[in-house]
């Protein structure tokens, strides 16, 4: 148990952090709300309105996001080859390649589709 007290200690620690800051910025923030402090922020411009059900986002936008996902997946997977790499040896590089083809071969047709243009 006591290789985990550091672990806890630090859950604890954020914890605390997060719950001293949330009620702090309760009590010491302005009380005076306002027509523009209750409406949602859209980077200084003035909100649309939006109709019943929410409406419809292009779905660029959510391929934009699985792209980012699954191109920050890939750097996730490298972290660990790369500290394992001695112990691996020539069957981990023969393997991480592989896989790297992979992505690249994803990415090139993406790019290719036109999956990148902001049009």
Do not use: S
């Amino acid at each position: 148990m006591h290789l985990y007290a550091p672990i806890l200690v630090l859950g604890l620690l954020a914890f605390a952090f997060a719950a001293v800051t949330v009620v702090l910025g309760a009590l010491t923030g302005p009380k005076r709300y306002n027509r523009a402090k209750v409406e949602a922020y859209e980077c200084g411009i003035e909100p649309t309105p939006q109709p019943v059900g929410g409406g419809r986002f292009p779905v660029k936008y959510y391929l934009t996001a699985m792209l980012f996902i699954i191109f920050d997946i890939e750097i996730i997977f490298l972290y660990p080859w790369a500290v394992a790499f001695d112990h691996l040896g020539a069957f981990g590089l023969v393997e991480m390649v592989l896989f790297i083809v992979a992505v690249l071969v994803a990415y090139a047709y993406v790019w290719r589709r036109g999956g990148l243009e902001w049009d």
